[in-house]
């Protein structure tokens, strides 16, 4: 099967310097690998029905490749690694011995140099990871073009998980209703250091190399410094959570805030279907992006599990009420939130404001074509703040509708 494949490939104009290295299985459709400039280098392994390569995607240059139900865009380049449910929009390059997996968005020219780790990250236009990088569990925007992007500095973590054992931990380095409109200040996240989630860090926010970033800074414009932690010993309790609200909080900013991609996905990028190709990408966003909201609704009910147990442990020890009405507030909202999250289609629908944006919108493609990049950042500022407010409208009434008593 790989054999006939491979020939089916080559006939339609795909470079296969060496077919005899390259494994290809039987569910992956050959019509959703472009004829158009696409190479396939040594050591690639392509699976899964979902794989799809637009035009002139280079694939495995520098090491083997693994594809798994991953959808590349045109102009990419996947140098090395194992990409797994991936959607890289377009323009994107990524270094070898990446590990990607499910959830992952990369919009386009969003790049990552060798050995990054990433998992349920979401990385707007023109944002740059340096090398030996771990970043799941967080969304990053900012920047304006290739010059002036956001960062991440090499060998830095997303510290994405929490001695009580769970991921109730994502991060946000800048916004989504102000960051899908390109015009923000990019963030700096500098090398050999780290951010502990869940945190916010607003845009043109700058964090000092070596600096482990442990609470949030939403003001713009700060330099960060985190300092190392001085020596001490101290009684810990396993399965406490002291400040679980702060955790609630951060988590239903970050859900609400995939909701209002989720509405930008289905709104406006769609405007910019050019071809069966953009036509697939597209919807390799929605469906990722309906990922990464399954995958903290799951995350956000696994923590109120856990500090289910955590106020058992708490009232045992007959510690303050005041630790214990914190517990039961947050439960108290948690055993709703994941039916008050099953949202009805109109929910996500343009307000008047969100019409002004999508109007200006169609107004650039016909002025400029379908290409987003230059459609979104020639945008009138008053249609970008409308924009804007409707998407930081739908995270305000989805926080609310989760919060209601």
């Not at 140099?113 to 979401?122: C, E, M, N, S, Y």
């Not at 845009?203 to 970033?213: D, E, L, N, P, V």
Request: net charge positive; proline share 4%.
């Amino acid at each position: 099967m790989t054999q006939k494949l491979l020939t089916k490939l080559i006939e339609k104009g795909v470079k296969i310097p060496n077919p005899e290295t390259v494994y290809i299985s039987r569910d992956v459709d050959p019509d959703r690998i472009s004829g158009n400039g696409v190479t396939l280098f040594s050591g690639t392994k392509l699976t899964g029905p979902r794989t799809l390569i637009a035009d002139n995607a280079s694939i495995g240059y520098e090491a083997p490749a693994t594809l798994e139900n991953t959808v590349v865009g045109p102009d990419t380049r996947l140098h090395g690694g194992y990409f797994q449910d991936t959607v890289c929009v377009g323009r994107n390059v990524f270094g070898s011995n990446a590990h990607v997996r499910k959830g992952t968005i990369l919009e386009e020219e969003a790049n990552a140099a060798h050995t990054v780790g990433l998992k349920q990250t979401i990385l707007f236009p023109f944002v740059t990871l340096g090398s030996l990088i771990n970043f799941c569990d967080c969304l990053m925007a900012g920047g304006t073009s290739r010059r002036n992007h956001s960062e991440v500095g090499s060998s830095f973590i997303h510290f994405n998980y929490t001695p009580n054992q769970d991921k109730a931990t994502p991060s946000m380095m800048g916004n989504i209703h102000q960051g899908v409109m390109l015009n923000q200040p990019p963030v700096f996240m500098g090398g050999q250091g780290g951010l502990v989630g869940p945190a916010r860090i607003g845009f043109g926010c700058i964090s000092a190399a070596g600096s482990i970033i442990r609470k949030s800074e939403e003001r713009p414009g700060r330099l960060i410094m985190g300092g190392a932690l001085k020596n001490g010993s101290m009684p810990w309790q396993t399965g406490v959570y002291t400040q679980p609200e702060k955790i609630l909080d951060m988590n239903l900013g970050y859900i609400a805030g995939l909701f209002a991609l989720k509405a930008w996905y289905t709104h406006v990028r769609p405007l910019f279907k050019t071809d069966f190709y953009a036509g697939q990408i597209i919807q390799g966003l929605q469906e990722n992006l309906e990922l990464c909201i399954k995958e903290r609704i799951s995350r956000l009910t696994a923590f109120g599990e856990k500090l289910s147990l955590s106020r058992d442990i708490l009232a045992h020890k007959k510690k303050g009420q005041g630790a214990l009405d914190a517990h039961d507030r947050v439960l108290g909202i948690l055993s709703e939130a994941k039916s008050r999250l099953i949202l009805e289609k109109d929910f996500l629908s343009p307000d008047t404001t969100g019409e002004v944006c999508i109007r200006a919108v169609e107004n650039n493609i016909s002025r400029l074509g379908k290409e987003y990049i230059a459609a979104i950042q020639e945008l009138p500022l008053e249609a970008s703040n409308a924009g804007s407010a409707w998407l930081k409208s739908i995270e305000t009434a989805i926080i609310n509708r989760i919060k209601q008593d």
